[in-house]
């Protein structure tokens, strides 16, 4: 599956256009972690915890979206986007969303 965040695939024609495809995922830290985070956010530093948390979310939503673009036939999945938000103290939804199309040489 083939993503990108342009308006088409350079080097390839889209023949078909299947519409948008999308993913996305909570996640929270365990509360230990959150502990130590709190402790960075008052001395300064970068929150590590909160960074792999990030990390993990944007695959899986990039997964979710693949699976997606997937089962409505697309190949590739352009105008990838993503969009955070924080639903509670230590867990954050990440969105990923796109078009799927149909791209041949």
Not at 45 to 61: F, I, M, N, P, V
Not at 71 to 87: D, E, H, K, L
């Given at each position: 599956m083939l993503l990108t965040n342009l308006e088409t695939v350079p080097g390839k024609k889209i023949t078909r256009h299947l519409g948008?495809?999308?993913?996305?995922?909570v996640r929270a830290k365990h509360f230990g972690k959150d502990i130590a985070a709190g402790f960075k956010n008052v001395f300064g530093?970068?929150?590590?915890?909160?960074?792999?948390?990030?990390?993990?979310?944007?695959?899986?939503?990039i997964d979710r979206m693949k699976q997606e673009a997937s089962?409505?036939?697309?190949?590739?999945?352009?105008?990838?986007?993503?969009?955070?938000?924080?639903?509670t103290q230590g867990?954050?939804?990440?969105?990923?969303?796109?078009?799927?199309?149909v791209v041949e040489d």
């Open positions: 948008l495809v999308q993913g996305s995922t530093g970068e929150l590590k915890a909160y960074t792999e948390l990030l990390s993990e979310a944007r695959d899986e939503a089962s409505v036939g697309a190949n590739a999945v352009v105008n990838v986007r993503f969009s955070t938000s924080s639903v867990a954050a939804e990440l969105f990923a969303y796109g078009t799927a199309v």
